[in-house]
């Protein structure tokens, strides 16, 4: 395993501080000295983010096993029991305590998740989630990627007493989940209690979340350094002298510019990036990912106090240990640097544990046959290898873009009689939902293939009577990316296309970049950037997803009918059904077939 650059020394924290400014001579000479703050109480923050459903471990080329839920289960317990074992290291209290903590998306459609839907048994990712022993959880926008009621179900299986603290989510429209408001399970507020001591956690969401996932009727607050600054005021007036942000914000970064506006919070515990923090030294897996920076990073507050931030690089891959010493005021003293870092989940080296049995038992061998299974089922043979890069995907036309664009039309096309809709004529793919960052080389295509490719849980959906100027909208929409040196940069909103052939300038603003818009039979939409008002409306099959508004898709009021068909679902039929088992290099060559073209 590699090793990762120098780190970073904390700086001096708001205590420390106010110590040397009563240090001045005239001060001194007439007070009395001023006693050096002693360690009151040992903190070590264990913490995990985006564990993703990523069930089972990873073997590479030369035997060395890492990720997995069943070590992760293994390597969090250790080091729950490290935490409070021993005699107390060197600038360490006597009263040790250790907190657990997951900074959301703890799972995501796919093919790990799939496998517990027929199984009769417990939702796994929730037999996982409950042996690792979590004292406090937020939710993540992956969270809601089922819909409300599948995070309740998902609530229902989970065994431990975690606290679910959600300080800026709104749950009164959504029956399902306000019932585990009003048993206790979610929370807006909570205080943990460890060895005598109080610890007031806050629990953030992106404001993305419409946007970003499924959550239905859940409301969401934007005011994020508000609500956080109102909690841990409140906790400071009720004593509680110990304040943790758990934050699902999609980017470290975001966490760090909060960071700048917030009072009165001790850490920051991000999730929803999968950034890795690491020093010179820190074991690191085999799984290609960089350093993003130093573990903890540390901006600073409102009120220039150095506040420590974590996260982890997700998937099961690491557990986060931050070990800092609190004074009697609830001062920071010390990050106790030789002991915080993120601990790889592994089979080798100094951090290698071997995997819990239970959890091996109960989940790892059922997903794994389920997902042995899927691979073993082959439905279509490709001759052509299928580009799905995840730059590649959000940025230009790919031959796979096109596979699964069609196979939205295809199923729009097969079901609008039964739905009572309009056949779709035009179909669209955003590609932040084509998700396996890869081609996928010519040969056998698997049913795991298709779960891979197309992983979330998302309906095929027709708007049977869409607007014209909104359909344009939606084209522009996703040709909206921010451009360098004249070329389209990737993002999850560029539209792969079926139905239709798009010419754009990258050159000219975002929402006027079309030139030509023309569809498979002929209709010219829109000519050297004009719409021509040939239609006034045209059907559109796409997912439910970009329907209701998300990936910011100018969709929102426009009436859609929702398939009973997943898009995943929809991909596997239209390989085995509508191409009788080939996907050709004619149909779909390298490079597409010139339906996205850049002027």
């Not at 956080?228 to 002298?241: M, P, R």
């Not at 082959?378 to 052509?384: D, G, L, P, Y």
């Not at 799905?388 to 079901?415: H, P, W, Y």
């Not at 398939?563 to 085995?576: K, N």
């Given at each position: 395993?590699?090793?990762?650059?120098?780190?970073?020394?904390?700086?001096?924290t708001?205590?420390?501080?106010?110590?040397?400014?009563?240090a001045?001579?005239?001060?001194?000479?007439?007070?009395?000295?001023?006693?050096?703050?002693k360690?009151?109480?040992?903190l070590?923050?264990?913490?995990?983010?985006?564990?993703?459903?990523?069930?089972?471990?990873?073997?590479?080329?030369?035997?060395?096993?890492?990720?997995g839920?069943?070590?992760?289960?293994?390597?969090?317990?250790?080091?729950?029991?490290?935490a409070?074992?021993g005699?107390?290291?060197?600038?360490?209290?006597?009263?040790?305590?250790?907190?657990?903590?997951?900074?959301g998306?703890?799972?995501l459609?796919?093919?790990?998740?799939?496998?517990?839907?027929?199984?009769?048994e417990?939702?796994?990712?929730?037999?996982a989630?409950s042996a690792?022993?979590?004292?406090?959880?937020?939710?993540?926008?992956?969270?809601?990627?089922?819909?409300?009621?599948?995070?309740a179900?998902?609530?229902?299986d989970?065994?431990?007493?975690?606290a679910f603290?959600?300080?800026?989510l709104?749950?009164?429209?959504?029956?399902?989940?306000?019932?585990?408001?009003?048993?206790?399970?979610?929370?807006?507020?909570?205080?943990?209690?460890?060895?005598?001591?109080?610890?007031?956690?806050?629990?953030?969401?992106?404001p993305?979340?419409?946007?970003?996932?499924?959550?239905?009727?859940?409301?969401v607050?934007?005011d994020?350094?508000g609500i956080?600054?109102?909690?841990?005021?409140?906790?400071?007036?009720?004593?509680?002298?110990k304040?943790?942000?758990?934050?699902h914000?999609?980017?470290i970064?975001?966490?760090?510019?909060?960071?700048?506006?917030?009072?009165?919070?001790?850490?920051?515990?991000?999730?929803?990036g999968?950034?890795?923090?690491?020093?010179?030294?820190?074991?690191?897996?085999?799984?290609?990912?960089?350093?993003?920076?130093?573990?903890?990073?540390?901006p600073?507050?409102?009120d220039?106090?150095?506040?420590?931030?974590?996260?982890?690089n997700a998937?099961?891959?690491?557990?986060?240990?931050?070990?800092?010493?609190?004074?009697?005021?609830?001062?920071?003293?010390?990050?106790?640097?030789?002991?915080s870092?993120?601990?790889?989940?592994?089979s080798?080296?100094?951090?290698?544990?071997d995997?819990d049995?239970?959890?091996?038992?109960q989940?790892?061998?059922?997903?794994?046959?389920?997902?042995e299974?899927?691979?073993?089922e082959?439905?279509?043979?490709?001759?052509?290898p299928?580009n799905?890069?995840?730059?590649?995907?959000?940025?230009?036309?790919?031959?796979?873009?096109?596979?699964?664009?069609?196979?939205?039309?295809?199923?729009?096309?097969?079901?609008a009689?039964?739905?009572?809709?309009?056949?779709?004529?035009?179909?669209?793919?955003?590609?932040?939902?084509?998700r396996?960052?890869?081609?996928?080389?010519?040969?056998?295509?698997?049913?795991?293939?298709?779960?891979?490719?197309?992983p979330?849980?998302?309906?095929?959906?027709?708007?049977?009577?869409?607007?014209v100027?909104?359909?344009?909208?939606?084209?522009?929409?996703?040709?909206?990316?921010?451009?360098?040196?004249?070329?389209?940069?990737?993002?999850?909103?560029?539209?792969q296309?079926?139905?239709y052939?798009?010419?754009?300038d990258?050159?000219?603003?975002?929402?006027?970049?079309?030139v030509?818009?023309?569809?498979?039979?002929g209709?010219?939409?829109?000519?050297?950037?004009?719409?021509?008002?040939?239609?006034?409306?045209?059907?559109?099959?796409?997912i439910?997803?970009?329907?209701?508004?998300?990936?910011?898709?100018?969709?929102?009021?426009?009436?859609?009918?929702?398939?009973?068909?997943?898009?995943?679902?929809?991909?596997?039929?239209?390989?085995?059904?509508?191409l009788g088992?080939?996907?050709?290099?004619?149909?779909?060559?390298?490079?597409?077939?010139?339906?996205?073209?850049?002027?």
């Open positions: 395993m590699s090793s990762a650059p120098t780190r970073r020394a904390l700086a001096v708001a205590a420390a501080a106010t110590l040397l400014a009563c001045a001579p005239a001060a001194a000479s007439a007070a009395k000295p001023v006693k050096s703050p360690p009151d109480f040992t070590t923050v264990l913490h995990a983010n985006d564990l993703e459903s990523a069930l089972l471990p990873t073997t590479t080329d030369d035997g060395v096993t890492y990720g839920a069943d070590r992760f289960v293994e390597l969090i317990q250790q080091q729950q029991k490290a409070t074992t005699k107390p290291g060197p600038g360490q209290a006597g009263k040790r305590g250790e907190l657990t903590i997951s900074a998306d703890i799972f459609p796919g093919a790990q998740l799939a496998a517990s839907e027929e199984s009769g417990p939702i796994y990712d929730a037999t989630f690792a022993g979590f004292d406090v959880s937020i939710f993540g926008n992956h969270d809601f990627d089922q819909n409300p009621d599948f995070l179900q998902w609530l229902g989970v065994t431990s007493d975690t603290v959600s300080g800026n709104g749950f009164e429209a959504e029956p399902s989940l306000l019932a585990y408001v009003e048993d206790g399970t979610i929370v807006t507020t909570h205080v943990e209690k460890i060895k005598g001591e109080q610890v007031g956690i806050i629990g953030l969401t992106t993305d979340l419409p946007r970003l996932s499924s959550s239905r009727n859940v409301t607050d934007p994020l350094a956080a600054n109102a909690q841990a005021a409140a906790y400071a007036e009720a004593g509680v002298d304040v943790v942000l758990v934050s914000l999609q980017d970064d975001n966490e760090l510019a909060l960071a700048a506006e917030l009072s009165g919070i001790d850490i920051i515990v991000g999730g929803g999968h950034e890795l923090l690491a020093d010179e030294g820190d074991p690191l897996l085999p799984n290609g990912s960089t350093v993003y920076g130093s573990y903890p990073l540390t600073t507050d409102a220039g106090d150095v506040v420590p931030v974590v996260t982890t998937l099961y891959g690491y557990v986060g240990r931050l070990v800092v010493t609190f004074d009697k005021a609830g001062e920071i003293l010390t990050v106790h640097d030789d002991l870092r993120a601990i790889p989940v592994t080798v080296g100094p951090d290698a544990v995997p049995p239970t959890v091996r038992e989940v790892i061998r059922p997903v794994e046959g389920y997902v299974a899927l691979a073993e082959i439905v279509a043979e490709s001759e052509v299928l799905g890069i995840r730059n590649d995907v959000r940025s230009r036309e790919t031959n796979l873009g096109n596979l699964v664009a069609d196979a939205l039309l295809a199923a729009g096309q097969r079901e009689e039964a739905a009572g809709v309009t056949a779709p004529v035009v179909a669209l793919q955003n590609g932040g939902g084509i396996n960052a890869s081609v996928l080389p010519t040969g056998d295509l698997s049913a795991l293939d298709t779960y891979t490719v197309l979330f849980a998302n309906f095929v959906a027709v708007a049977p009577a869409m607007p100027e909104t359909f344009i909208a939606g084209v522009e929409h996703g040709l909206s990316g921010a451009v360098k040196d004249g070329v389209l940069q990737p993002a999850g909103s560029f539209a296309a079926a139905g052939s798009v010419t754009y990258a050159d000219q603003p975002a929402g006027s970049r079309i030509d818009l023309v569809l498979d039979d209709t010219v939409l829109v000519e050297d950037g004009v719409p021509t008002g040939a239609l006034e409306t045209i059907s559109v099959a796409t439910d997803f970009l329907l209701r508004g998300s990936d910011g898709y100018p969709f929102d009021g426009v009436d859609f009918t929702v398939l009973p068909v997943t898009y995943q679902q929809a991909f596997q039929t239209y390989l085995e059904v509508d088992g080939t996907v050709t290099a004619e149909q779909y060559p390298v490079g597409g077939q010139g339906r996205i073209v850049a002027v």
